[in-house]
Nanobody, 124 residues
């Protein structure tokens, strides 16, 4: 069974930065895209960013463009999300996900495997 483990969340002041990581293990497919989603209390899960296998295509939610950067290191089976200029509205549990079809979809239904999430809290 594919496993995804996120790390790097925490508490940061507004304007600060965090870098999230997501390690994939036990995968049974050769290529895959990856995405980040987030869910704030009492809100639905929303798309943040996605990246294809080779990193040649990325997709970002409008709310994070220019502040967040998605990347990956396939040799380490790891994806990253560099988050700069964080705002209180970025507070949420952040989840990583895998799409074996290698699209940069913004819909959660495209992703077959999910991590348990890591909490990001931005104080004002």
């Amino acid at each position: 069974q594919v496993q995804l483990v996120e790390s790097g969340g925490g508490l940061v002041q507004a304007g600060g930065s965090l870098r999230l990581s997501c390690v994939v293990s036990r995968r049974t497919f050769a290529v895959y895209s990856m995405g980040w989603f987030r869910q704030a209390p009492e809100k639905e899960r929303e798309f943040v960013a996605a990246i294809t296998w080779r990193g040649t295509s990325t997709n970002y939610a409008d709310s994070v463009k220019g502040r967040f950067t998605i990347s990956r290191d396939n040799a380490k089976n790891t994806m990253y999300l560099q988050m700069n200029n964080l705002k209180p509205e970025d507070t949420a549990v952040y989840y990583c996900a895998v799409d074996p079809d290698n699209y940069v979809a913004a819909t959660s239904a495209n992703y077959d495997y999910w991590g348990q999430g890591t909490q990001v809290t931005v104080s004002s």
